[in-house]
C-alpha cells in the first residue's frame, strides 16, 4: 500500500483488464468498508483504492485474495504486466485471439521463479490488429500480429508498430516459437542484470549495451530463427472503438462500450455494474479500458442497446460526441502529494463550459509527471496554481512532451473560452 495524501493507495492488477461480477462487487465492499467508496481505473485498466488506513492493509490484502485478485504464486508479488487490447479475443479485426496466448505468458511469468523477481513495473504487450490495438503505451517487451502472416512482430522499450508503422519492431519470430523466445529475452536479461544491478528495465539494456547486441545475447538461449519485420500494411487509428455499440468477430454477437466519469466509479454505480452482468447471465467477464472506460461483451444487439440506455442512465459517456469523453485527468489535489490544483473539480467545469462544443482531447495534469498520459494529446493544461493553467498544444517539432504553449496561467474558465476559439477558428 502506497500512502497519499488522502490515505493509503491499493492498486489492483487485473488480467488483461477483465473482472468478473463477484470481483467487482468484493471490491466495492472493500472500497466502502475501508475507502472512499470509490474506485479509479488506470490507463492500464487496472483498478486502483484510496484513502484507506494503512492499519486496515492486512484486511484489505485479505479480502482481495479471497476474490482471487492476489497472484498465482505465493512467491510472486503480483499479477505481472501483461496487456492486451480491450476488446482481445472478441474483435472482427484481430488476426488472431491473442487471450490463449496472454495467459500463456502470465502463466510463465508467475511460475518461473528468476521471472517472479523482476521489477514490478516490467511489462508485456500483446497486439493483434483490434480496433482497439494499444498504440501509446511503451512495454519492456512487445509483440504484434499482423494479417496473413504466421510470423510475430517483436520490440523492447518502445510502443507497439501498430503506432509508428515498423520502425519500432527489432525483428519477428514464428508463433509457436514465443514462448521460448520470451525465456530466452528474460534469461538474457536476468544474466545482465547479474553483472550490471541498475538494470531494471528493457530501457537500461537499451542505454548500457544496446538492442543489437542484446539480440546476439538472445541467440545464445534462442535456437530458433529472428527474422527481419512484417512490413505493416497502414497506421491505425485506434480511438474510436471504445464508445458505443459494435459488432463482435462472431458476427451475431455485439459489444458496448461506455466512458467512466474522468475515470472514478463510485460504489453505487459497481453494484449496479454487477446487477447488469448477472442479470444477463453472461459467462462473461466486464472488460476495463486503458481509456478508464468500460466493456460489456457476448450481446445480441437488442442486449448491447437496453445496456447502453443502463450505462447512460448510471452516468456513464456512451457517445463519443460528449465533452467527458474528450477529458482525462489523474487523482489531483488534494488526493495526491504532486497535485498542486484539483484538477477533477476544474475538469467538470470544463465538461460544463464544453457542453455544446466539439473538440479534441485535452488533458488536465495537476504536475509536469502527467501521470495518466502516455502520450501528448492535441490539447495538455498544466497546472501552475490551484485553478489556473498552462496551455499546450501537440506539435510533433517540439521536444517539449506536451507540446507547444499557446498561453500561460488561465484560469477554467479563460482555458474553456480558449478552446472554445481555437476551435472555431480551425473548423
Known amino acids: 500500500m502506497l500512502m497519499s495524501k488522502d490515505g493509503g493507495l491499493c492498486r489492483i492488477k487485473l488480467s488483461f483488464g477483465q473482472i468478473t461480477s463477484k470481483q467487482i462487487k468484493g471490491i466495492a465492499k472493500v472500497a466502502e468498508e475501508f475507502g472512499n467508496k470509490k474506485i479509479e481505473i488506470t490507463n492500464r485498466a487496472n483498478i486502483q483504492l484510496r484513502g484507506l488506513d494503512k492499519e486496515n492493509y492486512k484486511k484489505i490484502i485479505h479480502a482481495l485474495d479471497l476474490l482471487g485478485l492476489g497472484p498465482l504464486t505465493p512467491k510472486s508479488d503480483d499479477i505481472r504486466n501483461v ?19 496472454g495467459n500463456t505468458l502470465l502463466h510463465l ?6 521471472f517472479q523477481n523482476l521489477s514490478p513495473k516490467f511489462s508485456f504487450l500483446i497486439n493483434a490488429g483490434e480496433k482497439t490495438a494499444i498504440d501509446y503505451h511503451k512495454a519492456d517487451i512487445w509483440f504484434s500480429f499482423h494479417k496473413s502472416s504466421t510470423k510475430i512482430n517483436f520490440g523492447f522499450a518502445s510502443c507497439s508498430d501498430f503506432l509508428k508503422k515498423d520502425e519500432n519492431a527489432l525483428g519477428s519470430i514464428a508463433l ?20 550490471m544491478p541498475e538494470i531494471t528495465r528493457m530501457k537500461h ?14 541467440k545464445k538461449f534462442f535456437p530458433c530463427n529472428i527474422h527481419a519485420p512484417i512490413p505493416l500494411d497502414k497506421v491505425f487509428s485506434l480511438d474510436e472503438a471504445l464508445i458505443g455499440i459494435f459488432q463482435q468477430y462472431n458476427p451475431d454477437l455485439y459489444y458496448v462500450g461506455a466512458n467512466t466519469h474522468l475515470g472514478v466509479l463510485t460504489v453505487d454505480q459497481i453494484y449496479a455494474l454487477s446487477r447488469i452482468l448477472d442479470y444477463q447471465n453472461k459467462h462473461t467477464r466486464l ?3 486503458p481509456r478508464k472506460g468500460l466493456i460489456f ?6 442486449e448491447a442497446k437496453q445496456i447502453q440506455s443502463e450505462f447512460n442512465d448510471l452516468g456513464f459517456c456512451v457517445s463519443n460526441s460528449e465533452p467527458s469523453a474528450q477529458i482525462i485527468c ?37 504536475c509536469e509527471k502527467a501521470c495518466v498520459a502516455n502520450k501528448a494529446y492535441p490539447y495538455t493544461a498544466l497546472a501552475k496554481e490551484d485553478g489556473f493553467y498552462d496551455l499546450f498544444c501537440k506539435d510533433p517539432t517540439i521536444k517539449h512532451k506536451f507540446g507547444k504553449k499557446i498561453a500561460d496561467r488561465l484560469s477554467i474558465n479563460q482555458l474553456a473560452v480558449c478552446l472554445k476559439n481555437r476551435h472555431k477558428r480551425h473548423k
Open 297 to 302: 461483451s457476448n450481446l445480441t444487439l437488442n
Open 330 to 366: 489523474c487523482a489531483g489535489a488534494p488526493a495526491c502529494h504532486s497535485g498542486v490544483s484539483n484538477v477533477h473539480r476544474d475538469s467538470q467545469i470544463l465538461i460544463n463550459e464544453l457542453e455544446n462544443t466539439k473538440i479534441p482531447k485535452i488533458h488536465l495534469t495537476a
Open 176 to 195: 509457436e516459437d514465443f514462448v521460448k523466445f520470451v525465456k530466452s529475452c528474460l534469461n538474457t536479461f536476468i544474466a545482465q542484470q547479474a553483472l
Open 83 to 101: 496487456m492486451l487490447a480491450p476488446t482481445a479475443g472478441i474483435d472482427p479485426d484481430m488476426h488472431v485471439d491473442t487471450l490463449p496466448l
Open 205 to 218: 539494456i537499451e542505454q548500457t549495451m544496446g538492442f543489437k547486441t542484446y539480440l546476439g545475447e538472445i
Open 287 to 289: 472488460r476495463l479500458t
Open 109 to 114: 511469468l508467475q511460475t518461473n521463479e528468476q
